[in-house]
Nanobody, 125 residues
Framework: QVQLVESGGGLVQAGGSLRLSCVVSGGTFSLYDMGWFRQAPGKERESVGG????????YYVDSVKGRFTISRDNAQNTVYLQMDSLKPEDTADYYC??????????????????WGQGTQVTVSS
């Protein structure tokens, strides 16, 4: 059974930084493309970005480009989301997810097979 566990969330002031981690167990991590999503209270879950199984390709939604960076360490079975210049509108629960379709598309929740339980990020103004 593949399991994903996020960590690193918390409370930060606007302009600050956080790094989220997602550790994957129970499967071959290097076979999975990975995505990060977020869900604010009362809103639908939305894509933040993704990274290919090899780490050679990344994708970001426009609202986080230049501020967020996704990376992975296949030896540690971990994917990271570095969040800089945080804004109050980044406040949400953040989720990592894994898929194996290798289509180069990362923004759709329906493509992902496995999900973590989420970690909360709160950005104060």
């Amino acid at each position: 059974q593949v399991q994903l566990v996020e960590s690193g969330g918390g409370l930060v002031q606007a302009g600050g930084s956080l790094r989220l981690s997602c550790v994957v167990s129970g499967g071959t991590f290097s076979l999975y493309d990975m995505g990060w999503f977020r869900q604010a209270p009362g809103k639908e879950r939305e894509s933040v970005g993704g990274i290919s199984w090899s780490g050679d390709s990344t994708y970001y939604v426009d609202s986080v480009k230049g501020r967020f960076t996704i990376s992975r360490d296949n030896a540690q079975n971990t994917v990271y989301l570095q969040m800089d210049s945080l804004k109050p509108e980044d406040t949400a629960d953040y989720y990592c997810a894994a898929k194996r379709d290798y289509r180069g598309t990362y923004g759709y929740t329906r493509l992902y097979e496995y999900w973590g339980q989420g970690t909360q990020v709160t950005v104060s103004s």
